[in-house]
């Protein structure tokens, strides 16, 4: 029996058998570590080759590879119902809302807004032009403002004149000013700034000294009509202006000679250049409107030229 190989042809000594399998092919097994007897494996009819598909042996036997009994489709299922089980509803729908495609990206912010649906427009238009907005709206309103402001801006008048203690005149000197207007062909009546608010006095409560310094410092105030003696007090600060220093010598003389000029302490002057003001009771104009005697005329710091308070002397009318 030690040289006999069997029907099957088995090769013990090298630990290998053959066989023929349903088919008539041989099969050959072989193990390092068993021998077969009679035809079988030593083990016991366990062939050590696995199957590769379903884990068992090609004779029957189960495989000493070890199985995870689960396909990977399995564990796919599985590990879905898993995370179902792990999520909320709401979750599970932001979820797939961030997992989406975003349909928006490349577009232009305006271009976005008008392809979303109603509901979301408003949120949008809040994060994204809201801010833009309010500063066009801004921007706007600075800019009208400013046109409006120009448009309605008063013209810089070319001629102002202050009645100096004398507010119940204030009727009187709105009709000088009219008649002024027309007398020197001024477009807007605006360009004639007559008044009769400011008090010179003693009681610090109605001394208005220093606005009427201010303006006339500032060449906003360029003449003054007064009683005698405010005048003369005004001289006295400084804040009046020779009639020389505006009028044309011609016209100087020529008032010098009508005795219309009056000196620093309110009599007729002598000298032309020494004159510092007009004797209203010799005009015309004045008395016509209604306007007191013993009144004076002086300028004062007259910075936006000469012509207008020329003309005003002229439209006086002194005789």
């Avoid at 202050?162 to 207007?181: E, H, K, P, T, W």
Wanted: with cysteine; aromatic share 8%; proline share 4%.
């Amino acid at each position: 029996m030690a040289e006999d190989h069997g029907e099957n042809g088995d090769n013990r000594e090298n630990g290998t058998y053959e066989g023929h399998d349903e088919n008539g092919g041989l099969t050959d097994e072989r193990s390092s570590n068993h021998r077969s007897v009679g035809g079988k494996p030593a083990n016991g009819g366990r062939a050590l080759t696995d199957n590769p598909v379903n884990g068992t042996s090609v004779n029957g036997g189960a495989s000493e590879r070890p199985s995870h009994g689960k396909s990977v489709s399995d564990q796919a299922a599985a590990s879905r119902i898993a995370d179902s089980t792990l999520l909320s509803a709401d979750q599970r729908a932001a979820v797939s809302g961030l997992a989406k495609e975003n349909v928006y990206v490349g577009q232009s912010k305006w271009t976005t807004f008008r392809q979303l649906p109603a509901g979301q427009k408003g949120t949008f238009f809040v994060q994204h032009f809201l801010l833009g907005t309010i500063a066009v709206i801004v921007a706007l309103v600075v800019v009208i403002s400013l046109v409006v402001t120009y448009l309605t801006k008063p013209p810089t008048p070319v001629f102002t004149l202050q009645a100096v203690n004398m507010r119940q005149y204030s009727r009187q000197i709105g009709a000088l000013q009219d008649g002024f207007v027309k007398y020197d062909n001024l477009k807007d009546a605006r360009l004639a700034d007559f008044g009769s608010d400011l008090t010179l006095g003693k009681n610090s409560y109605t001394d208005d000294s220093p606005k009427i310094m201010t303006q006339i410092s500032a060449g906003q105030l360029n003449g003054i009509v007064t009683d005698k003696k405010t005048m003369m007090t005004l001289n006295k600060r400084g804040l009046v202006n020779k009639p020389a220093e505006v009028l044309a010598a011609s016209e100087l003389k020529r008032y010098l000679g009508m005795g219309v000029l009056v000196d620093a302490h309110g009599a007729p002057a002598t000298n032309a250049q020494s004159a510092i003001g007009f004797d209203l009771s010799r005009s015309q104009v004045w008395k016509a409107k209604g306007l007191p005697d013993h009144t004076f005329f002086g300028f004062c710091n007259v910075q936006s030229g000469k012509d207008h308070p020329r003309a005003f002397v002229r439209y006086l009318q002194f005789k």
